[in-house]
């Protein structure tokens, strides 16, 4: 709980993955890579009761096995490629009443930390707002960013005057870490980003998402040197 109010954890994990294929439970760093989420989960100050939503047997077995709850399958209609994101967080509110705060935490992102979980919590928590997504500064800010046109001119994607990237005006990107929201709130929404949402800021070593082969091997490396690399 958090001054009172409980709060349900979900981790969305279905088996029909497209870029990596069954890559909620490949092994990463020695653990399947849902385990990682898991673990930071289990350790929140805040979240009382965390639950898988999937459709997947072997994914459902695997998340028992590291300590997840699992208290119902999810519908096979909401785990296809054109589901929205949104749609097993209130399947999962519809089948687990009594929550004031829910926070989603997708198993790609296994660099995210307890603290970062908790931290996000708080700041919705202290500010009163109705959600709060954890967000990162990109790699390439998107004023230096082009389009290239049939002719392979380069056209800028935002005009801009800035010639030093220390003109440039901070930017964020939503990580896919940690979503927060007030479960009152949700459903009008339909989304954690909408009026009101704050951005919790994460370094960008955290906000690794799993979303091809190569993030898979650089997950890998990463969580190995944890330690020795202080992330």
């Known amino acids: 709980m958090i001054n009172g109010k409980a709060v349900l954890g979900i981790i969305p994990a279905r088996g029909g993955s497209k870029g990596v294929l069954r890559k909620n439970i490949r092994a990463v760093a020695g653990k399947p890579l849902i385990a990682w989420t898991i673990e930071a989960a289990k350790k929140s100050e805040y979240i009382d009761r965390l639950v898988l939503s999937s459709e997947d047997a072997e994914i459902i077995r695997v998340a028992n096995v590291w300590g997840c709850e699992v208290p119902f399958v999810r519908p096979v209609e909401l785990a296809q490629d054109g589901t929205p994101g949104i749609a097993p967080v209130l399947h999962a509110l519809d089948n687990l009443r009594g929550y004031d705060y829910v926070v989603l935490l997708q198993p790609t992102s296994p660099l995210r930390t307890t603290s970062e979980i908790d931290g996000c919590l708080a700041l919705c ?8 997504v954890s967000v990162t500064e990109p790699a390439h800010h998107p004023q ?44 009008d929404s339909r989304s ?27 997950a890998e490396c990463l969580l190995q040197r944890r330690d020795v690399c202080q992330i």
């Open 144 to 187: 230096w960013m082009h389009t290239v046109d049939a002719n392979q001119h380069l056209k800028p994607l935002v005009e801009h005057s800035a010639t030093r990237r220390q003109d440039l005006p901070t930017v964020y990107a939503v990580n896919g870490a940690v979503y927060v929201a007030q479960v009152s709130w949700l459903p």
């Open 125 to 132: 928590e202290a500010r009163g707002a109705p959600a709060c």
């Open 192 to 218: 954690f980003i909408g009026d009101g949402t704050l951005g919790y800021v994460m370094p960008p070593l955290h906000s690794l998402d799993i979303d091809v082969e190569e993030d898979l091997i650089l």
